[in-house]
């Protein structure tokens, strides 16, 4: 067996996590809500704790005007208000946004790009970042193509055999719109960008949670043993928000919410519980695992389109008991809209460790809670013993809290003390917070981490992308063809519309209250 | 911390359990994620142990044995109290046990049949030894039997060549987990060292490298006077990397090594800055100049300057962390296994010729 051999002697595998390449982030859509929430807060936690390269420099590229000292100082704004961490850092921050400029441009403008490439030459130099570059394009997706393609035009994209730098691009969901969109952008980015350099971000895949759903199944044996069809009756993927659209109502209106959450996020749940062990922890050995999974999945069909799958919109209701809107009646909503704010469907995966087990899968606005969480439900012992007045045990259920809460509980049945021996469902509970005590970074900062390392284990590539529309794209085109007749169907506050608890019961099955 | 509560040996669980009892109106949480025993002997060193464990505590909730041995005492005794600490994290929820157990004279043989009873089952255990291994204590091979991991502080030990000694005795023999606090505190000025020598171009001319200099902190403290060790560790540890050969020492703290580089470690008094800390690397190397060091009042901060006779690279500067206290010390303490660039630097102590250098 070959050992990989370390080239640097000074460098302990597994032990240090600062070898990392200097390098430039470039953030396009930096004045944007995301650049301000999300990316700056995660650059900044991320140089506070010293994982950063300390060759590093940050350039924010947007169409407004503004100044380097603009820029910087809405930069510590939005991380007063957004960081994980607060108060800020103000010794750190006065000398890390020394390092973070401005550069004003269209998108589309060759100018733009020539005096941006001419800048990070300018900052290669002064921060001997040795021509490293990551561009994050948290923009619009219609956007993508002209941005990818003026980069490399202006040779800021390299050929990824170049040696000695390199160039990635993330971009951000969604990746297209359905499957023949998708193909389209993945065609024109490809013809700039190799699929090494392209690091598809679903922020789901950078939660501790969902990376632990691995190390749980993998490192310990006594689950992955029952993890299949003889043991397993059924899975359920919740992914339920209490609040609604907010201000996304224009987003909301081109999406709904099976391209904004299922066919990425809750597809990508369902790949990590459902996939083999990979032959390796690398990026592509993991991947390869997933995609099986999703070419697995049996198609939904016409008949599935009426019965299996439940589509809602939330009307009024009540949140927290305070009165809230119908999503008809939310801004830049259509008042007659027809646009989906909760899916529950039943999924199958054809192949030897699921046969015949349901996925049920159900996500949702205005809904109770806040809640995200894989539940897997296991068969009844055998029925003979311990029989209450016929009743049958609660079956036990192993539930993986993704957010919030984050944990694991397993249910089993335990005798109540006393002669009459009856039997009682209780929970053994593991709550990361309990362990773990402090807050984990955020899945931003492991992200943008990630790629600065080259590691693309925790984004999508392009063939799981395309089997997830792949999968979806007959349903979108069923559901266009034939609008709903009966939304709102479900009040907000309330667990969805009654069809879907009706689809699950005729299995024989409930949702679980999370 | 909640109050200690002194308590019979045989309350103690109950005891604690009152305490959790009382706790339950604030909502905290009895959390454990593995076992610490610490051994220290009564010192000035005491306290800063104490807030070892309590940095510990604040990232891994563990149930902490702490056993302090009164070598002054005119009498025998064994007293123990329990407490619950509390991470001084704002509202944390989570909290976990400490039993403390003060010994003094013949009651210390007495101290593992107490321990024994309060390890909590299938959890590793964890030994913080903080005094000199190479010094003969009973404690010790009763409680590191017990121990999944042992982590010692070379600022504890008399003479370094001794405890490299016994520490590689005690990997060899036990093939068990170690861990070193002084180690830790040199991992910022490691991590700067590789990811500045990390192209093969830079790494090529390290190896022409003809002289080293490493200046430390001589601040004396009440708890720290083995000044030298992490600028000891430091050379060490780049001569077992860089396959040196080592020649000769002198008093002076001067080097030899073949092929002809000199190495020296040099001391300055900085105030404010942690007592031994390496302040400054300088290298001279086939043609480069190598100068990385901690700017005054932002300590956890180094300015970084590369020249050669044709070009100067503008200076940067690298964030070391703040080891003494932070995250780094706590990883390396807990959850990394034995590090095999600190085993090749024990080897390399141990070739060093110390003598009475340290």
Redesign the interface.
């Known amino acids: 067996m070959s050992t990989k051999l370390n080239?640097?002697?000074?460098?302990?595998p597994g032990?240090?996590s600062?070898?990392?390449?200097p390098c430039i982030v470039v953030i396009f859509g930096a004045t944007g809500d995301l650049t301000g929430r999300k990316l700056a807060p995660a650059l900044y936690n991320l140089?506070r704790?010293?994982m950063l390269?300390?060759?590093f420099a940050c350039v924010g590229f947007a169409r407004r005007e503004k100044t380097h000292e603009q820029f910087r100082s809405e930069l510590k704004q939005d991380i007063g208000s957004y960081s994980r961490t607060q108060p800020i850092d103000e010794?750190f921050w006065n000398?890390f946004q020394e390092q973070i400029f401005y550069h004003r441009s269209e998108f589309d403008d060759d100018q733009g790009y020539r005096a941006l490439a001419d800048f990070l030459r300018q900052l290669d130099?002064?921060?001997?970042t040795r021509g490293n570059r990551l561009f994050y394009l948290s923009v619009q997706p219609k956007f993508f193509p002209i941005i990818v393609q003026k980069l490399k035009a202006n040779g800021l994209i390299y050929d990824s055999k170049t040696e000695?730098k390199w160039s990635r691009v993330i971009v951000e969901k969604p990746f297209g719109h359905d499957f023949g969109s998708a193909a389209i952008l993945q065609k024109e980015l490809s013809k700039d960008l190799d699929e090494s350099q392209t690091y598809r971000i679903d922020h789901y895949l950078g939660k501790e949670t969902v990376q632990n759903i691995l190390v749980f199944r993998f490192a310990n044996s006594i689950f992955e043993s029952l993890w299949n069809y003889k043991h397993i009756d059924h899975v359920q993927i919740t992914v339920a928000e209490e609040i609604g659209i907010g201000t996304r109502g224009q987003f909301f209106e081109e999406e709904g919410l099976l391209r904004d959450i299922l066919q990425n996020h809750m597809m990508q749940l369902l790949s990590l519980v459902a996939m083999e062990p990979p032959v390796s922890l690398s990026a592509s050995a993991i991947r390869d695992e997933k995609v099986k999974v999703l070419q697995s999945i049996r198609p939904l069909s016409p008949n599935d389109f009426e019965n299996t799958v439940i589509r809602g919109q939330y009307g009024p209701g009540f949140i927290n008991g305070q009165p809230v809107n119908g999503y008809r009646k939310e801004a830049d909503v259509d008042p007659k809209s027809s646009v989906e704010t909760y899916v529950a469907l039943r999924l199958f995966i054809d192949n030897w460790r699921w046969a015949g087990v349901p996925f049920y899968l159900r996500g949702g606005k205005r809904l109770p809670k806040r809640g995200t969480e894989i539940a897997v439900t296991f068969k009844d012992a055998p029925g003979v013993l311990f029989q209450q007045q016929g009743k049958k045990h609660d079956p036990n259920v192993l539930a993986l809290r993704i957010q919030p809460d984050e944990g694991i509980s397993m249910k089993i049945n335990c005798k109540v003390p006393g002669p009459s021996s009856p039997i009682q469902p209780v929970k053994m509970d593991f709550?990361y917070?309990?362990?773990?005590?402090?807050s984990p970074p955020e899945a931003y900062e492991r992200l943008i981490w990630d790629c600065i390392v080259g590691d693309s284990t925790l984004f999508a590539r392009a063939d799981e992308v395309a089997q997830s529309w792949q999968i979806y794209t007959p349903l979108l085109e069923y559901w266009a063809s034939h609008p709903p007749k009966d939304l709102p169907n479900y009040a907000s506050g309330s667990w969805g519309p009654a069809a879907a608890n009706a689809m699950i019961e005729k299995d024989g099955r409930t949702w679980r209250i999370l | 911390m909640t109050i200690q509560q002194i308590v019979d040996p045989d309350h103690i669980e109950s005891e604690l359990l009152k305490i959790w009892e009382a706790l339950a109106a604030e909502k905290k949480m009895r959390a454990s994620l593995f076992n610490l025993i610490v051994f220290t002997r009564l010192s000035p060193r005491t306290d800063y142990i104490r807030s070892i464990v309590q940095k510990v505590v604040e990232k891994f909730p563990c149930r902490t044995l702490f056993v302090s041995q009164d070598g002054s005492a005119k009498h025998s005794f064994l007293k123990t109290a329990v407490s619950v600490v509390v991470p001084n994290l704002g509202e944390s929820t989570v909290a976990c046990d400490q039993i403390d157990i003060g010994v003094a004279g013949d009651n210390l043989e007495k101290v593992p049949f107490l321990l024994l009873p309060h390890i909590l089952p299938d959890l590793p255990v964890y030994l913080l030894w903080a005094e000199d291994p190479s010094q003969p204590h009973p404690l010790f091979a009763p409680l590191s039997a017990i121990a999944t991991r042992i982590i010692f502080d070379s600022e504890s030990a008399d003479h370094l060549l001794p405890f490299a000694e016994k520490l590689l005795e005690i990997h060899t023999k036990r093939n068990i987990d170690i861990a070193d606090l002084n180690w830790a505190r040199t991992e910022g000025w490691r991590d700067l060292i590789a990811s500045t020598f990390d192209t093969e171009k830079r790494l090529a001319e390290l190896k022409q490298i003809s002289s080293l200099k490493l200046i430390y902190n001589a601040r004396e403290t009440e708890f720290f006077c083995h000044l030298k060790i992490q600028a000891m560790y430091l050379l060490a540890w780049l001569s077992s990397r860089l396959s040196w050969q080592f020649l000769k020492a002198t008093k002076k703290l001067h080097f030899e090594f073949c092929p002809k580089i000199h190495a020296t470690i040099e001391s300055t008094h900085w105030e404010n800055l942690g007592s031994g800390t390496v302040i400054s690397v300088e290298i001279a190397a086939g043609g480069l100049t190598f100068e990385a060091a901690r700017i005054p009042e932002q300590y956890h901060r180094v300015n970084i300057q590369i020249s050669s006779s044709q070009t100067c690279e503008l200076p940067y500067q690298f964030l070391l962390g703040q080891t003494a206290t932070g995250q780094s010390l706590v990883k390396e303490i807990t959850t990394k296994g034995t590090s095999t660039h600190y085993l090749a630097m024990l080897k390399e102590l141990t070739r060093l010729g110390l003598g009475d250098l340290c």
């Open positions: 080239p640097n002697p000074l460098q302990e032990r240090s600062r070898n990392i390449d140089g704790e010293g390269p300390p060759n010794g000398k130099n002064r921060y001997a000695g709550r917070g309990s362990y773990f005590g402090q």
